[in-house]
């Protein structure tokens, strides 16, 4: 006898979670955590760094092909999609996705490419969508890190963004679209 595939039944039950368009979510919110790595995941909580048109001080990427240039200078992410992701039964936490941006508050359907969000002194812009690779695998049950793919599950992905103010940014600062 075959299992039950809930793959799907998650999928569709995770949608009806707050998250991503949760009430409480609007035009601004909060850095819930800034985070760096000397590359590759886990990034590390920091308090402060600043944003540059290169991407935040003192963090690296491995894959310089895929991940940073000034179109990707900085990744952010939902703390409120990580947690959905978790109560999934996801192993995900802040940082295990490869964002430097952690935040919250902010109503994660509408940073899609285009749209501009000030981010403590930094004023950053929506680039693209950043799709899952398998460096991030371990943050997901069965490896399934597609979970957060913007092709499959569309207001769930990471984002990419180029600073076009450069300046510092700290945990506890205000995020605001703009």
């Not at 819930?32 to 944003?51: C, H, M, Q």
């Amino acid at each position: 006898m075959s299992r039950p595939d809930r793959s799907a039944a998650r999928s569709t039950e995770a949608l009806a979670l707050p998250f991503p368009g949760s009430e409480e979510a609007g035009d601004s919110g909060r850095v819930a955590s800034l985070n760096r790595s000397n590359g590759g995941v886990p990034k590390l909580p920091v308090a402060e760094a600043r944003a540059t048109r290169d991407g935040l001080e003192g963090d690296r990427q491995r894959n310089r092909v895929h991940h940073g240039g000034p179109d990707r200078a900085l990744c952010l992410y939902s703390a409120e999609a990580i947690a959905a992701l978790r109560r999934e039964g996801h192993p995900v936490s802040t940082g295990s996705l490869g964002e430097n941006v952690t935040i919250t508050g902010i109503d994660w359907r509408r940073l899609v490419p285009g749209v501009r969000l000030s981010v403590g002194e930094a004023e950053l812009e929506v680039t693209d969508f950043a799709y899952p690779c398998r460096t991030i695998r371990k943050s997901f049950d069965a490896e399934r890190f597609s979970r957060i793919s913007q092709k499959t599950h569309q207001g769930w992905s990471r984002v990419y963004c180029r600073v076009l103010r450069e300046g510092m940014i700290r945990s506890g600062d205000l995020v605001r679209l703009l």
